[in-house]
């Protein structure tokens, strides 16, 4: 499958600062980015998404941001809470592939309260 | 709405049994389900798209015979594990998508099965 690697593996932040998770992807023709959030022992749980056509995209305490000229996204968590521990990972959606989720390694947060 | 349900959520079994997992669209009908194998600490690897009334398409170096899956019907897929082994121990994660909701989107995720072979 394509690659989608995150720069950072863990991540541990003040409750109340500001977090921002990283990735990378390698395939520029990506139509279509999610940020998942898996707790330990869950499924993965869908929290923003952002088209190709798009470079920012806002939710509630969540900003994902999108530079396809150097094929990176964020996730930026603001006002972390403890509740905001877990695994985070980037999926990147190629069209051509029949919407094949294509999964990044994962970072993972810990807030320390 | 678009709620995605495993079970078991968690089956130990003996080296050499076969172990089946189900996953369900609850309020939705899904042609399309995906099957995940994830371990420790690790990224979701997917192993396979499950269609609805034809054959599954694996990804390059899963075991068909091993995993065989079987989407008999609009809301329910299996991944069967045949003589699991301890090193198939793992997390299995099923998705779905929602036909209904068209274009490029979000895959449904349900809330997996840890399976561990002794």
């Known amino acids: 499958g394509e690659s989608v690697g995150l720069h950072l593996p863990t991540l541990s932040v003040q409750e109340g600062d500001n977090s921002i998770i990283n990735c990378a992807y390698s395939?520029?023709?990506?139509?279509?980015f999610i940020w998942y959030k898996q707790e330990s022992g869950k499924g993965p749980q869908f929290i923003i998404d952002i088209r190709s056509n798009m470079d920012k995209r806002q939710g509630q305490r969540v900003t994902v941001l999108l530079n396809k000229t150097v094929k990176h996204l964020s996730l930026q968590i603001a006002a972390t809470q403890p509740g905001d521990s877990a695994v985070y990972f980037c999926a990147e959606i190629l069209s051509n592939t029949g919407n094949q989720f294509y999964f990044g390694t994962g970072t993972s947060l810990t807030v320390i309260p | 709405g678009a709620v995605v349900s495993q079970h078991p959520s968690w089956v130990i079994c003996k080296s050499g049994t076969s172990v089946k997992i189900e996953c369900r669209s609850l309020d939705f009908q899904a042609t399309t389900m995906f099957w995940y194998r994830q371990f420790p600490k690790q990224s979701l690897m997917l192993m396979a798209t499950?269609?609805?009334?034809?054959?599954?398409?694996?990804e390059q170096g899963v075991e068909k015979d091993k995993f065989l899956i079987n989407h008999a019907s609009l809301t329910l897929s299996t991944l069967t594990v045949t003589s699991a082994h301890p090193e198939d121990s793992s997390f299995y994660i099923c998705?779905?998508?929602?036909?209904?909701?068209?274009?490029?989107?979000?895959?449904?995720f349900g809330p997996g099965t840890r399976l561990t072979v002794l």
């Open positions: 998705s779905a998508r929602d036909p209904q909701r068209g274009g490029l989107d979000e895959q449904f």
């Open positions: 395939n520029s023709a990506s139509d279509y």
């Open positions: 499950s269609n609805e009334g034809s054959k599954a398409t694996y």
